[in-house]
């Protein structure tokens, strides 16, 4: 079969080129044995031909696969977005392709921690958002590869995070210096085994409270399934039934905290004139909901993960043990404000202006 009816081959671009196929095996592996005049010919019979040689075969050569793998709960969200399409322009740059495992409930997670496919199939495994047994953390330490820890923190492996505890506590002290004494933490419930940071960001939550000499109450800590309108629904009704409700809600996430607002809204109970609310992340919808929050920037988490992962693949002697922990910033916006006045002095004052008293 004539070349141009079947897959090239090198030996078609060595007769092409007139040279050997070691040659052109040299010259397409980037070697500094080709002179430049025989490097210019193999490149241009390759051009012409169309050929490529396969990653199968470079890995023979160079024990890489040219391939970087990343294990994720769910693609459908905005967190995993930003941060995977961060990763796209550092591999291209670096000739390497994106190869994406992901793992939505227990029975494939378990099927994935006893087959391990990414071994063997990449250079390095980016790990996003899991809350990992020391069995399966030990698992994924016998790759054979870097094995790559984002937005959480593994102790003694490679991670790349915001730290969740101080950016809680950044936010749960605004609601204080406003003034706030009931302030409740709402978070999704972890119901498959998969870490959203709701801890980090509780405990952070409780270290600004004890700090400020507030006592923790059970009573104002929330949980709902994650994207549950019923169930924030019935989470916001058991706090506006306590005895002493709230006059703040900090909310794990921005989704979270807009499902909060919308249920509070629907009761009439407006925001942040009664309560007020706040959540974590910044994502698109904080901006438009002037929503007060929590920033953080999966993008750059992406970036620095990927960048540290080709470090690790290409030097056998960095650290493999480095963290990365990039910043969190508040940003408030239009739902925080000083709680309402107490009953009190509201009704010695009069009906209150433009409040839903």
Request: aromatic residues 4%.
């Amino acid at each position: 079969m004539p070349p141009a009816q079947r897959h090239p081959t090198m030996a078609d671009v060595a007769e092409r080129a007139g040279v050997s196929t070691s040659t052109v095996s040299r010259t397409l592996r980037g070697l500094s044995t080709v002179s430049p005049e025989v490097r210019a010919r193999v490149e241009e019979a390759a051009r012409e031909l169309n050929f490529a040689v396969s990653r199968q075969a470079a890995s023979l050569v160079t024990g890489r696969t040219g391939t970087m793998a990343v294990l994720v709960p769910t693609l459908d969200s905005w967190f995993m977005g930003a941060a995977l399409s961060s990763l796209a322009p550092l591999l291209r740059a670096a000739g390497m392709e994106l190869n994406v495992y992901m793992i939505a409930d227990l029975a494939e997670r378990t099927s994935f921690f006893e087959r391990l496919p990414a071994r063997r199939n990449a250079d390095a495994l980016l790990v996003f958002c899991f809350d990992l047994t020391d069995e399966e953390t030990t698992r994924l330490d016998n790759l054979g590869m870097p094995v790559i820890y984002v937005s959480q923190h593994v102790e003694g492996r490679p991670s790349v995070y915001v730290d969740d505890v101080v950016g809680a506590r950044r936010a749960t002290r605004h609601l204080i210096n406003l003034g706030h004494r009931r302030i409740a933490f709402a978070h999704t419930a972890n119901v498959r085994g998969f870490s959203f940071s709701s801890r980090e960001r509780l405990l952070g939550y409780q270290q600004a409270l004890t700090e400020a000499g507030i006592p923790l109450d059970d009573d104002l800590v929330v949980a709902t399934p994650p994207r549950d309108k019923r169930g924030t629904t019935q989470a916001v009704g058991n706090l506006l039934s306590l005895r002493e409700p709230p006059t703040a809600v900090f909310a794990e996430q921005d989704e979270l905290a807009a499902s909060v607002i919308s249920t509070l809204r629907t009761v009439q109970i407006q925001v942040p004139e009664r309560v007020s609310v706040l959540g974590f992340d910044d994502q698109l919808m904080a901006e438009w909901l002037d929503l007060s929050t929590v920033a953080q920037s999966p993008s750059d988490m992406g970036r620095a993960a990927a960048e540290l992962a080709l470090e690790l693949i290409s030097d056998s002697e960095a650290d493999r043990g480095r963290h990365i922990v990039l910043p969190t910033h508040l940003i408030p916006r239009g739902t925080t404000a000083p709680p309402p006045a107490p009953l009190g002095e509201r009704e010695a004052n009069g009906p209150a202006q433009g409040r839903n008293a």
